[in-house]
């Protein structure tokens, strides 16, 4: 998984190699907080999205990353398209961190299915360039630009039909769910909404984070005891919600 994905989630790096990961969740899960999050969690960001956030989530915490992070706004594919080819030229320097909010804005636009492989694949380049560029960093070590997409998936968009082609590219999945627990009233949690984050990522077992959002938008993270290796349900609901292939 990614590393700055994990560190959003208050998770340690499993020191596995970082994925291309993708955040998958209903409308008003918390995909954009958690990016978000991420971007501030992390060294310097690119924040990628079909048009500029409403608000900031977190924004109490956020003033002191920003500084890290770039906000780009391509409104259509064919502009994500072009901006995604000219970044070695327009940014200021390698990212370590590529972030695109709303991937199911940009998917509605694909005639097919090579038009999302191409556009999959033209991110996870886009991403193993600016790794190249990054050189090493003071403790000796080769960081990598990390890729992280969110899709909102709800059975009902078209960009869903997509979700096989997409998971070749983004084997790391972070699936974003109502908590039932917490809908039930069987968890003392303050959060005016609460979903399960459930991650997956090839070589690691499976774990689980409660995510809730307060009133005033703040996130906040709690892990799970569970053993999520063992129960999938989380993913496994929202694979038949979206109707995706296995």
């Not at 990598?144 to 998971?167: D, F, K, N, P, Y």
């Amino acid at each position: 998984m990614s590393v700055a994905l994990e560190r959003a989630l208050g998770a340690a790096p499993r020191g596995l190699a970082p994925a291309p990961a993708l955040v998958l969740g209903p409308a008003r899960s918390g995909r954009s907080a958690l990016l978000f999050r991420a971007a501030l969690a992390g060294p310097r960001a690119l924040f990628l999205a079909p048009r500029a956030l409403q608000r900031l989530p977190g924004a109490r915490r956020a003033e002191s990353g920003l500084q890290h992070v770039q906000f780009l706004y391509p409104p259509s594919l064919p502009e994500l398209l072009r901006v995604l080819a000219s970044l070695h030229q327009s940014l200021p320097g390698p990212p370590a961190l590529i972030l695109l909010d709303g991937l199911e804005q940009y998917l509605a636009g694909c005639p097919g299915p090579q038009a999302v492989a191409r556009l999959s694949a033209l991110l996870v380049d886009t991403a193993s360039y600016f790794t190249g560029r990054l050189g090493m960093d003071p403790q000796g070590s080769a960081p990598s630009c990390q890729l992280i997409a969110s899709m909102r998936v709800s059975g009902e968009t078209e960009a869903e039909e997509h979700l096989s082609i997409l998971q070749r590219y983004f084997p790391a999945r972070c699936w974003l769910c109502p908590d039932p627990a917490a809908a039930l009233g069987q968890e003392d949690w303050a959060g005016d909404r609460t979903f399960k984050a459930h991650l997956s990522q090839p070589g690691a077992p499976d774990r689980e984070w409660r995510v809730g959002f307060g009133l005033d938008g703040e996130m906040t993270v709690s892990p799970v005891s569970c053993e999520c290796a063992e129960d999938s349900g989380a993913a496994s609901d929202l694979d038949r919600a979206a109707g995706a292939e296995k």
